[in-house]
Every structure is written in C-alpha cells, then in structure tokens.
C-alpha cells in the first residue's frame, strides 16, 4: 500500500508540466502552420502573349515576325473611338484629333485622306473571325508604346503619362517569403518567386502589401517590408501628329443663328446687332442618302460678316430626318463624301468654323453620328477652323436627346451648344414656357455633370408661343400655340391692353387674355429683357464658353443691346 501511494505521488508530481509542455508544443505547431507561406503555386498568364496593361492582364496579343498584333476589341474597350470597323469598304476606320487614316484589311496599303500609302506589312490581320491591328500601325499616329517581355513574351502596354514607381527587393533570402501572392496574404497561391536584388515596378499598395510586376511580366502580392522604393517615372510619348491651330475664339462667345430657308437676306437689311460676335447661317444641309449637301452659302453675307468684324461658323443639318441620316451616315464613303463637301465650302467662302446641327436620330444611330464627327472634326481642324455642335438637354426622348453620346462628343469637338429651349412645343398637352429659367437652371447643372463649362454656350429662345385654349361644344378644351417674335410678342401685349405679371414658377413675366366671344383664353409667357437677362447671368454664374440665341429673325433692338451689355461687362472685367 505504502509503494502504490508512491507510484501515485510520482505521476501527479509531471502531469501539469507534460500538459503545459504539450500545449506549448502545439501552440508552436499550429502558430508556424498559420503563420507560414503557402507553398500552393498557380499560372499567371492564361494564354501565349498575354496583353498586360494598366496592372492587369487583358487578352492575348499575336506575334506574326517583327509584328505584334493587338484585337482590335481590345481597343474598343481601353481606347475608345480610335478605330471604327467600317464593314461595308472592309477596311478599318482610325481617328485621331488631325487624321483620319483608312486601313484596308488584310493589305499592305493604307489611305492618309486622298493618299494611297504602300508598306511593308500587313496592317490589319482577320483570323478566327478576330480582326487584329499591327501596334507598329497604331504606333504611327498614337502616342502609344509596347514592349515585349523576356522569356514571357508578354506584350507590355504603356500610354502618355502614365507613372511607373521602381522598386528593388531587399532582405531575407527566405524564398517563401520572396513570392508573389494572389492575394495580400502569405496564405494565397503564388504565381512567381523574385530573389534579393531584382528590380520590380510596384503598381498597386494594399495593407502590409505592395502588388509589384517582375521584368516577365508576372506579379503579385509581397509584404512591403521586402521592398524598397526607388526611382519614379512618366512615360512622355510625343504626339506623331503635327499640332493644328485653329482660329482665335471670341470671349465670351456671342453668337445669333441665320435662318436661311430659301435665299441668304441682304446684309444691307439686317441690325446693327452690336455684342454679336459670330453668326451661323443655316446654308447647308443633308439632301439625300447619297451624302450630297445643298448649299445656300452667299460670299456676299460672309463679306458683311467680316467688315463687321464676326465670325462665320456656318451651320450643317441632317435635315431631322432620321431615315436619311442613317443612310448618309452608315458607310465611310458616304460620310467621307459629305465631309469633303463641307471641306470645299469651307475653302470657298473663307468660313471661321461650323456648327453641326443633327436632330431626330434613331437611338441605334448614335453611334454613327459620333463617328461622323470624329471623321469630319479633324479635316476642319486642318484648315483651322472652329468645330461647334448643337445638343440637346437629357432627357428619355430616344430621337431627341438619348442618341446624343454627349460624353464622347465633348472629346471630339471644340463646343457644345445646348438648345435650351422648347420645353413646351406646339404638340405639348398644355400650354407652357418655351423656356423657363428654373427648367434651365436644372437641365443646366446636370449637363454641366458631363460637359466641361469652358466647352458649352448656352442657346437661347428670341421667340416664344401664344397658347389659345378654347372650350368646344362639348366643353373640351382644345389648345393650338403660334411661335411669335419677340417684337410680334410685345406688339399683342399692346394691342391687348395688358400689363405682364411677374410669374414666380418660370421667373419670366406672363399675360393672358380672355376673349368671352371666342369662348377663348389666351396665354403667353414672355421672352423679354428679364428674361433675356437672367440667362446671360446663367453663362456667367456658371463660367459658360458664351451665348447663342435662336434666332435673328426672332430678336429685336432689345435683344442686341442686351448682348452688346454682356460683351461691354466681360471686356471690362478683362
């Protein structure tokens, strides 16, 4: 009995130190379990020469030789508007702000404007229904650069001002830790391992982790405390493209419309229009599916023009029609034809720039429409002239306002013109304000989202509408509208005995009529010089590029003045 109660004593004397040694052996195990790297490695690269660009791998480029060619979808999404496929001439479309290149697939040949220009590779290659573009081409006209990597043969893709900071790996030689992570954690798969002294860019910091690029191409996740940063530097590429000068822009702009439907008015008849600085008659206009332009230009009008020292910024419609515009517009040639027209007319009457007004579009057309003036701006940049483009406000209006790509437009053109009018048209349920200030002030802020304001002029109504609402028979009402000139507007106020009244909701002054005979109520709101007033103080609360009123057959005296008002004040405070 005495030797068993020993035997116990001995056992319980190492029982609680074998526990705490037991533990803390697997607390060791388990800590050096979590705690190490993971040893699980993946592939980088999916494909052969994989397309890294701007930290990410995005497709897979072909190599034929000396040449690299990228998908031409691959610069439709990081390149938007470089190149258009034109299916019809099978040639591919690019665009830059002074060219417009025609490259044939499949040739060896491409097409600076009118010039045939032979090479000595194939530009465009189409395999497996893929259409892809040699980088040497892009390379010619974009300020873009590429590389290909050692042993990856990966295609590095560098564009103008992009910033690369270096870096070099130093410390521990224990590779498990020298890997290049998934993730920004030691427990992710690897793709790569780097040694003590390589140098690597560092494109991305995450946490305790910098994401860096090895010179092949592969990268991943590493701790910071590996890496020290080096060098910064800017990739400056040099435009391959002369710069164009275009002629100097009035400021603040002033501009008043020439509604031209038949025959250009005689000069000799037209306002004194003091503070208008640039005017744009209504001569050309789309004529047919074929792209032929119908002119009424008069050399005796731009004459005028220049003696009263403005600018002619001549103005070219689609004619609203949606059908004709999708024919014209739908082929190179077809849009080429029309440029070439309005490039010889340029050249003709000596104009200042133009002003693109293209309306009633189908939604689907859009597109077309914005490769129409990526085409046509550069050949009017080369001749140094003004390229302007009247827009509408945004609104759910699919051939009025949706087709405009008002985004990629602001990128091409040198202005915008919003027309900020016809909120209420001849065809709206009730009777309303061409414009009221409020429906401005708004529509306003919203495009301003979008739109630079150094890059938009503000259009403006000289007219306004003279609802007569009369109860039938039947005690409908039924409403019609006429559009009257600012003088015809204040002529029926007279005639009427009415005095306006200032209407709080448009912030414009409001008159209406009751004719009992006639079982009818007339309404207008008034397009005066409060309300002229209040949109130039728009342009300049909001720093517009200027102003431009619709038209000069609607103004008056009043109008100008207001205008010369503007244009006093802003060379004053110049």
Do not use: C
């Not at 980088?44 to 020469?49: E, I, L, R, W």
């Not at 220049?306 to 600018?311: A, F, I, L, T």
């Not at 202005?415 to 002030?441: C, F, N, Q, R």
């Not at 003279?466 to 409908?476: R, S, V, Y």
């Amino acid at each position: 009995m005495i030797e068993k109660r020993k035997v116990h004593r001995h056992i319980g004397r190492w029982l609680i130190p074998g526990l705490v040694l037991l533990l803390t052996v697997t607390l060791i195990g388990y800590w050096y379990m979590k705690e190490r790297p993971s040893n699980e490695r993946i592939e980088y690269f999916n494909g052969s020469n994989p397309i890294i660009f701007h930290g990410k791998q995005e497709g897979n480029a072909y190599i034929d030789g000396d040449q690299v060619y990228l998908p031409i979808d691959w610069f439709h999404q990081h390149l938007e508007g470089l190149l258009h496929v034109d299916k019809d001439s099978q040639s591919v479309i690019l665009t830059t702000k002074t060219k417009v290149i025609k490259i044939p697939i499949g040739k060896k040949i491409y097409y600076d404007d009118l010039e045939k220009i032979d090479s000595s590779h194939t530009h465009i290659l189409s395999k497996k229904e893929t259409l892809y573009i040699s980088l040497q081409t892009i390379e010619t006209f974009y300020p873009l650069q590429f590389k290909v990597l050692p042993k990856s043969s990966a295609v590095q893709i560098y564009i103008n001002d992009q910033e690369i900071q270096w870096g070099r790996v130093e410390g521990t030689e224990d590779e498990d830790f020298l890997r290049l992570r998934t993730s920004p954690s030691l427990k992710s798969p690897y793709v790569a391992k780097i040694n003590s002294g390589d140098t690597v860019s560092i494109e991305e910091e995450k946490e305790d982790f910098y994401f860096v690029r090895m010179e092949d191409g592969r990268a991943g996740y590493i701790q910071k405390r590996w890496i020290e940063k080096t060098k910064k530097e800017k990739i400056v590429l040099l435009n391959p493209q002369s710069p164009y000068s275009i002629k100097e822009v009035p400021n603040p702009i002033q501009l008043v419309w020439e509604a031209v439907y038949t025959k250009t008015p005689n000069p000799n008849e037209l306002p004194q229009m003091p503070g208008i600085n640039v005017v744009s008659p209504t001569w050309f206009h789309l004529e047919d599916g074929n792209g032929n332009v119908k002119s009424l230009a008069s050399s005796t009008y731009v004459k005028w023009a220049k003696d009263s020292n403005r600018q002619v910024w001549a103005l070219f419609s689609n004619n609203f029609d949606p059908d004709l515009t999708h024919e014209a517009l739908r082929t190179f040639e077809k849009r080429k034809k029309i440029i070439q027209q309005l490039v010889k007319y340029a050249k003709e009457y000596e104009l200042d720039g133009f002003n693109i007004d293209i309306e009633n579009v189908y939604l689907e057309d859009g597109p077309l429409v914005t490769q129409f003036m990526r085409e046509l701006t550069p050949a009017l940049h080369r001749l140094g002239l003004i390229v302007s483009m009247d827009i509408t406000f945004i609104s759910d209006s699919e051939n009025w306002s949706m087709f405009y790509e008002r985004e990629k437009l602001t990128n091409i053109v040198d202005y915008l013109i919003v027309m900020a009018y016809d909120e209420h048209t001849s065809l709206s349920s009730k009777a309303g304000s061409v414009s009221s200030l409020p429906w401005v002030e708004n529509n306003l802020v919203s495009l301003l989202k979008i739109i630079p304001n150094d890059r938009l002029i503000l259009g403006i109504p000289f007219y306004t509408r003279l609802w007569k609402e009369t109860i039938n028979d039947h005690g409908e009402i039924q409403l019609s509208s006429i559009a009257l000139t600012m003088n015809e507007a204040e002529q029926w106020v007279k005639d009427h005995d009415l005095t306006p009244v200032f209407d709080e909701e448009t912030e414009q002054y409001y008159v209406e009529y009751e004719n009992i005979e006639e079982n009818t109520l007339y309404k207008m709101w008034l397009e005066d010089r409060s309300s002229l007033m209040k949109r130039i103080q728009l342009t300049q609360n909001y720093e517009l590029a200027g102003i431009a009123g619709w038209s000069r057959y609607f103004g008056n005296d009043m109008a100008w003045a207001s205008f010369g008002e503007m244009y006093a004040t802003n060379q004053n405070e110049e």
